[in-house]
């Protein structure tokens, strides 16, 4: 009998790192060791890895920064008032989002650490 597989969710993880340092150059602090754009169904991150050496061996530090923060407003047809929306959404392609993002230094500046 074959056993079935169940799988619980996709998660897709586009590494930028490269393209920003190309983009960005000294900008982008020297510590940090990748910038990846990371989608699944439900959400939209921005993780962002600093690798340090310990006398126990290499730690990774991995800061996430959920894209939902970044709201936009459009206005609802046929009525007087605005809705709010996320900028990012997970229902949007990841290349989509990505190149929305990454083009924006000013809210790469306001949500992430990657120029600190």
Request: glycine share 2%; with cysteine.
């Amino acid at each position: 009998m074959e056993e079935e597989k169940l799988l619980d969710k996709t998660t897709f993880n586009l590494d930028v790192t490269d393209w920003l340092r190309k983009k960005y150059g000294d900008e982008i602090n020297p510590a940090i060791t990748s910038i990846a754009l990371q989608q699944d169904e439900e959400s939209v991150c921005v993780v962002v890895t600093r690798d340090y050496s310990t006398e126990m061996g290499p730690l990774s530090v991995e800061e996430i920064f959920d894209m939902d923060i970044a709201r936009d407003f459009h206005e609802a047809k046929g009525l007087d008032m605005f809705i709010e929306v996320s900028t990012f959404s997970p229902e949007n392609n990841i290349m989509d989002n990505a190149k929305k993002l990454f083009n924006d230094k000013v809210t790469l500046e306001n949500i992430t650490s990657i120029f600190d």
